[in-house]
Structures are given as structure tokens and as C-alpha cells.
């Protein structure tokens, strides 16, 4: 049996990467501290209302992750979003659907936050939270960027200095999103719309998107980084008071529920070029949005990157090795 490979995070990057380290005959386990599968690929639940709280929709602008939508659609997961332009794809019958089929057949466990990550006899030893520890050959983290970072330093992992502060510098903004469900049917145009002014950016309404039907509107707004990071600890009711007399008519009917989600790590403020940091010397990896850029496709890409990385001679030469080597790698940042 091969060493086992663990991925943190069942997002796009990890799920994809964990699919082609799977067909390439690894053995991986996939830890997931959420019990859904797809990351910020979401979809929640409020009562009969059902919204894409997170991501909105993907584009296929590469040829590789182009291939991979086709075929997503051929087998009904995804789909144009109805009455949009065609470059905008959605999951089907919401967002969280992709990460569901592309978990399937792989060992993925949820509800498995991982808390500390050290390295342990030229591998790795993973602590999670109320769960045993677990021993892997190599590790992959896939968490945005700086909770990837915090998780290395739990247990005093080293990067090469330059690495470690490049790294360091990918933030994220935060995104309020206010779920909202309305008394009639909404004013939103079917394909949502994108707003320049004022706290809220993007408004789309999930029923005319097909994912809520049966109601008469779900629509989610999410509102601006600036807006989202000053008013990120205000409750669903302050927020409501502060940003809906403003999209009144872009709402067209009156609210009768607000459900607020927080997303402290939306979307890279910085991203770096290179798709994915992988270092064989400690059979470590990082895939992700912050590595590419700050999108869907982008995160596939990295997962898809760097399982190729993984599969050279060079990434598959995991130094067997000692902790001098280590230490010799890593000056710790
Ligand atoms: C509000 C919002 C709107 C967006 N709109 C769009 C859009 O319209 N189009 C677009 O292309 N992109 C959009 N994005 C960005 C897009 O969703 C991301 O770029 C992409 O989904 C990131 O995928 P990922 O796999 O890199 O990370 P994630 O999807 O974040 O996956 C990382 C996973 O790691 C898990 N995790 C974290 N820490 C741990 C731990 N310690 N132990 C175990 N698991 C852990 C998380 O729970 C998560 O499931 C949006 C994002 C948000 C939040």
C-alpha cells in the first residue's frame, strides 16, 4: 500500500487534486471540517428557501478546466445559468451538487477539522479535533491561504524564508451575504446583477436561477469587501436596518426573512501566479485561490497543478528523511 496523502479541505482545489492523486493510484484521505462538501461552492438552506450563498456561477475560460465542465455537464452537475450569458456555469441543482459528485469514490471525512499539522518521522502527523491522530507520507493543504499558514505553525513548521512571506501576503477579504426571502416575486433580472455603488455588489435571485423553486423569491446579496470588513460583526438585523432601504427596488417585494452568513476568507486580495507550492523536501503541498487567482476556475487549476507537481520524479522523491534535512529546508520563518 502506498502512503497515505492527506488533503485538507473538500473545496474545488482539494477534491480535484484528490481525484487525480486517486486516478494516478495514491492512496488519499480528504479531511474536511464542514459536514458539506464543495467549500465556498455553498448553498444553505433557510427553511423552503434554498440560496448559493457563496460562489455565484464559474467561468471556463482555460481549455483544461474547460474540458473537465463539459464533461460535469454531460453527466447533468452543471449547467449554463438560465437566461445568462453561456460563459457563466452553475452546479445543478445548486452550488454545493459539484462538490457532492466530486467527492464520490473518494475517502472523504467530514466533520474532521484539523488543528495541528507536524511533521513526525519524515512524514506527517495531523491532530483533529475530537478524532484520533492520523499519520500521512505527505501533506496538502487547501484552506485559503492564511489558515493553511496558522495551521503550519501549530505544530512549528518551517518554510524557506522568501516562500514564507510571499505566502504571508495573500489575504482575503471578508463577504456578508444576506439571504433574503421575499413576500412576492423579486425585481432581480434572472442573471443577477453586478451593482457599483453603494455597500451592495452583487444581487441574484436563486428561484428565477431555478435552485429555489416553489417560493416566490430567495435572493442573496452579497456586499462590498470595504463594507463587509467594517460592519462584519454586526447582527443580521443591524445590517438588514443599514443596507436594504437602499436595494428596495432592486428587490421589488418586501422582505419577510433575513439569514446573514459570514465569509471571513471570500476572496484573495492578492494572489500569487504560480498555481501551487509544492516542497518534496517535506512532502508538502498548497493548492488553492490564493494561488492563481481569485475565482473557481482558479482554484481548480491549482488542485490540478499541483497533483501534476506531486507525480514528477522530483515531487514523488519525498525525501525519506531525517529531521536534519528538514531544518536544513526550512529556516523557520
Ligand atoms: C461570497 C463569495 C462569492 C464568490 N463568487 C464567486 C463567483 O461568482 N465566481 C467565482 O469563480 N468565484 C467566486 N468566489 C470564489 C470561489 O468560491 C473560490 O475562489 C473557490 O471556491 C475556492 O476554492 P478552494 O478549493 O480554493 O477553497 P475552499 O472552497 O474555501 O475550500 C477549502 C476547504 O477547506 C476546508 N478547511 C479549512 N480549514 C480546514 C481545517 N483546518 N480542517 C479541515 N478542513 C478545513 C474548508 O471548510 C473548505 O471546505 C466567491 C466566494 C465567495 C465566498
Not at 6 to 28: P, Q
Amino acid at each position: 500500500m502506498n502512503e497515505t496523502i492527506a488533503v485538507v479541505g473538500a473545496g474545488i482545489a482539494g477534491l480535484l487534486l484528490a481525484r487525480e492523486l486517486k486516478a494516478r493510484g495514491e492512496n488519499v484521505v480528504v479531511l474536511e471540517k464542514s459536514r458539506g462538501l464543495g467549500g465556498r461552492l455553498a448553498t444553505k438552506r433557510v427553511e423552503a428557501a434554498v440560496f448559493d450563498s457563496g460562489a455565484q456561477y464559474f467561468t471556463a475560460k482555460s481549455e483544461r478546466f474547460a474540458a473537465r465542465v463539459v464533461e460535469w455537464a454531460a453527466h447533468g452537475v452543471v449547467a449554463p445559468w438560465p437566461g445568462a450569458s453561456a460563459h457563466r456555469w452553475i452546479a445543478r441543482p445548486s452550488m454545493n451538487a459539484l462538490g457532492k459528485y466530486l467527492a464520490e469514490g473518494l475517502d472523504v471525512r467530514r466533520e474532521s477539522k484539523v488543528i495541528k499539522v507536524q511533521r513526525a518521522d519524515g512524514g506527517w502527523e495531523l491532530m483533529i479535533e475530537n478524532q484520533s491522530a492520523m499519520r500521512a507520507g505527505r501533506l496538502v493543504l487547501t484552506a485559503p491561504m492564511p489558515q493553511s499558514l496558522a495551521l503550519l505553525q501549530t505544530g512549528s513548521v518551517g518554510l524557506p524564508d522568501k516562500l514564507a512571506g510571499e505566502l504571508a501576503a495573500l489575504t482575503y477579504h471578508p463577504c456578508l451575504a444576506l439571504l433574503l426571502t421575499l413576500e412576492g416575486p423579486s425585481a432581480v433580472p434572472a442573471e443577477g446583477v453586478a451593482l457599483a455603488d453603494g455597500p451592495v455588489r452583487w444581487i441574484a435571485d436563486n428561484t428565477k436561477k431555478g435552485i429555489s423553486p416553489g417560493l416566490a423569491a430567495a435572493v442573496t446579496v452579497h456586499l462590498n469587501p470595504a463594507f463587509s470588513a467594517e460592519h462584519y460583526a454586526k447582527t443580521e438585523s443591524e445590517l438588514a436596518a443599514l443596507v436594504l432601504p437602499g436595494i428596495e427596488s432592486n428587490l421589488g417585494s418586501p422582505v419577510s426573512n433575513v439569514t446573514l452568513q459570514r465569509w471571513r476568507f471570500s476572496e484573495p486580495a492578492a494572489t500569487r501566479v504560480e498555481p501551487c507550492v509544492w516542497l518534496p523536501e517535506l512532502g508538502l503541498g498548497l493548492a488553492g485561490d490564493a494561488l492563481g487567482g481569485p475565482r473557481v476556475e482558479a482554484a481548480a487549476l491549482s488542485g490540478l497543478a499541483l497533483a501534476e507537481r506531486m507525480a514528477t520524479k522530483a515531487g514523488a522523491a519525498r525525501a525519506k528523511s531525517s529531521a536534519a534535512h528538514v531544518q536544513e529546508v526550512g529556516s523557520v520563518a
